[in-house]
Structures are given as C-alpha cells and as structure tokens.
C-alpha cells in the first residue's frame, strides 16, 4: 500500500526567500511521485513528478524536487518565492504496478509574504 | 487551461434536491475520475471510469450516482445528500488507467443545506 505524509500544513515565506514542502512516502513498489499544486478556485496542476528517472526533477515555475530512496522523501523546493507561488501544494504517490490510484497527502498551503 | 471543465463552479442544495455535476474533457482522453475534497483532508478518490466502464467504486454512498455516457463525458448525480457531503467535487481525466498524469478540473463547489 502507498501512502505519503505532508510535514506542514501551513508554510510562510517572504517574497525572493527560499520555499521548502515536505514530503515522506511509504510504497510497497518503486513508486512514482508528483506534487501539484492548486490556487484558489482553481483545480489542481501538475508541479512535477518522478518516474524512477533522474532522482533530481525539474517542473514548472522554478520548482524542483529531489527523490530521495534512503530517506523516503520527495520534498519540493524552490529558490525564491513569488507571490504568485501562494496556494496549497499536495505530494502525491502511486505504486507502479498496474493501474494503481493515486494517492493525496493532505495538503501544505503556501503563504508569500511580501 | 487544462482542458477539463466543470458545471456548475457552485451549487447549493437542500437536502431533499435531485441535482446533477457535470465533466468534460476535451483531451482525447479514455479514463475519467470523481474526486471529493473537504476541508482538512487528503482528496478521496470516489469513482473511475475507463472508456466508458467503471472500474472502481471507492465505497461511495448510493445517494452519489455516477454515469459515464462517453470517454468525453461524466456526470455525478445527487439525490438526499447530507450536510456532511459539503466538499468541493473534483473531476479528473487521464489517457488510460496506466497513465501517469491525471488533469483536473477547476471543481464544483458543494453546500448541502
């Protein structure tokens, strides 16, 4: 079974500082991981993901993220927050075998301060 | 945009309402997924079609009806809801059940009075 546990459920930033969301994972297979992310109103986006790749991704917007096997971690980063970057932010895993679900941590909401 | 859409964006209900969710995809895609998201808690995955079939039921009370007419198309039909089912409703479409990235829609936002 996959599961993934998001460290923080609120992070504040100041604007140009860097952003770090945590995340650990639990898979039974080599997993697949993803961070996506919602602004208001809006329906989720996919951020990046991990597909037993490069361990270092690059997504959308000056995020990245580092799969790291010892330590079960995918957390996200980025080095200079925007504004624009304030939303709620979900790692999401999902066992590579077959057509598995995903499965949703609970969310960390990112708040930019200017 | 994603190409996922969702209507209505809002809904207020009584309990005793019928009312109807509706999803459209404009991607091609063959699999299409119900999601509830309440406050505090992780998305939940309520229903999964594929290519017009549901393959799974994530033990979601009868009063939530499902139908899927086409691989474009999903509906999610409401009748006696609780109070407790105030969520935003998500939709979501991937090419297959195999594939890895799912796009999603912007969500119904559900209060049930």
């Known amino acids: 079974a996959q599961s993934v546990t998001q460290l923080d459920s609120h992070v504040s930033v100041s604007e140009g500082t860097p952003v770090l969301l945590r995340c650990n994972y639990s898979?039974?297979?080599?997993?697949?991981l993803f961070w996506y992310v919602q602004h208001p109103n809006k329906g989720l986006q996919l951020l990046l993901k991990?597909?037993?790749?490069?361990?270092l991704v690059k997504g959308i917007n000056g995020f990245e993220a580092e799969f790291k096997k010892s330590e079960t971690s995918f957390h996200l980063t980025k080095p200079s927050a925007h504004m624009s970057d304030a939303a709620e932010y979900f790692c999401?895993?999902?066992?590579?075998?077959?057509?598995?679900?995903?499965?949703f941590g609970k969310g960390t909401r990112l708040s930019v301060i200017a | 945009e994603t190409g996922v859409t969702q209507t209505p964006r809002h809904l207020v209900m009584g309990m005793t309402n019928k009312k109807s969710l509706k999803c459209e995809q404009h991607?091609?895609?063959?699999?299409m997924y119900w999601y509830k998201q309440s406050a505090k808690k992780p998305l939940e995955l309520m229903f999964v079609?594929?290519?017009?079939?549901?393959?799974e039921n994530n033990s979601v009370p009868s009063r939530f009806s499902p139908e899927c007419p086409n691989s474009s198309h999903l509906f999610l039909h409401l009748h006696t809801l609780q109070p407790e089912d105030s969520a935003l409703y998500l939709c979501?479409?991937?090419?297959?059940?195999?594939?890895?990235?799912?796009?999603f829609g912007p969500g119904t936002r559900l209060l049930v009075l």
């Open positions: 079609y594929n290519f017009k079939e549901q393959t």
């Open positions: 898979s039974s297979y080599s997993p697949s």
């Open positions: 991607l091609g895609h063959n699999a």
């Open positions: 979501a479409s991937s090419q297959d059940l195999e594939a890895e990235t799912q796009y």
């Open positions: 999401v895993v999902r066992g590579n075998s077959g057509n598995t679900p995903l499965v």
């Open positions: 991990y597909t037993s790749a490069a361990t």
